[in-house]
Nanobody, 122 residues
Framework: VQLQARGGLVQPGGYLRLSCAVP????????VGWHRQTPGKQRELVAR???????NYADSVQGRFTISRDSAKNTVYLEMNGLKPEDTAAYYC??????????????????WGQGTQVTVSS
């Protein structure tokens, strides 16, 4: 499974949208999340959206970032407004879910994208 995302360079206060293309053939998805990591720090959850459409955010991005999905395109987006230098990090998307056999959960999966760099700098 390959998850793709595209980041970039943006000035403080600017806007950037990350996209994560999820294979349309992947069934049993429970949630898609965006995480970020800077050197020497643990990876942290930025935003997450469930298959039911519920979303949650890290306190540091609440009100500035929005996670959404386009089911027709099998894509999850992370819109980032009011970007700050402290938002600079490698951003990763991940897909959580379960594999069912005859209605019974037989395994769980947690796939990660390769990461994309977001740099907020003037």
């Amino acid at each position: 499974v390959q998850l793709q995302a595209r980041g970039g360079l943006v000035q403080p206060g600017g806007y950037l949208r990350l996209s994560c293309a999820v294979p349309g053939s992947l069934a049993g998805i429970n949630a898609v999340g965006w995480h970020r990591q800077t050197p020497g720090k643990q990876r942290e959850l930025v935003a997450r959206i469930t298959s039911g459409g519920s979303s949650n955010y890290a306190d540091s991005v609440q009100g500035r970032f929005t996670i959404s999905r386009d089911s027709a395109k099998n894509t999850v987006y992370l819109e980032m407004n009011g970007l700050k230098p402290e938002d600079t990090a490698a951003y990763y998307c991940n897909v959580e879910g379960v594999i069912r056999k005859e209605g019974t959960v037989v395994a769980e999966f947690d796939y990660w994208g390769q990461g994309t760099q977001v740099t907020v700098s003037s």
